[in-house]
């Protein structure tokens, strides 16, 4: 239906809520009740979430949004540059069950633990 009336249906990446306005909606809802929850009785609690949601206005929606919108134009300019870093490295995943202190090891990665190195020290090759 959407796509019929000229819009297109783009999925948020899980966990992205820079990407997703009803979760900046919901850091501001929270900073405010924080704001006003200290030091307050228990019962005060609902008097002040009302008052939080009621203070989200059309214009804080809207500013969420612009901020959302341009957080994406940011991520469209970096993609092509992060895609290609990304392609000059390898992860290596396996067992490593030497728990010697030995200084000799045949590996030599160079006090790096992580298991990430530039391709080029494999002599690899894009495809």
């Not at 239906?1 to 990446?13: D, N, Q, S, T």
């Not at 609690?45 to 989200?56: D, K, L, R």
């Not at 202190?101 to 894009?126: A, I, Q, T, W």
Request: glycine share 6%; hydrophobic share 30%; aromatic share 6%.
């Amino acid at each position: 239906m959407l796509e019929a009336h000229g819009h297109k249906v783009v999925r948020l990446p899980p966990y992205h809520c820079d990407l997703n306005p009803i979760e900046l909606i919901w850091s501001v809802l929270k900073r405010r009740i924080a704001e006003k929850n200290v030091g307050q009785e228990a019962n005060k609690i609902v008097q002040i979430t009302e008052e939080a949601f009621a203070s989200i206005t059309k214009e804080v929606w809207q500013n969420e949004c612009e901020h959302v919108i341009k957080v994406e134009e940011k991520y469209y300019t970096a993609g092509p540059v992060i895609d290609n870093e990304m392609d000059k490295f390898i992860i290596e995943v396996g067992d490593d069950t030497d728990t010697s202190d030995d200084d000799d090891d045949d590996d030599d990665d160079g006090g790096n633990l992580s298991g990430v190195r530039p391709l080029d020290e494999h002599n690899y090759s894009k495809k």
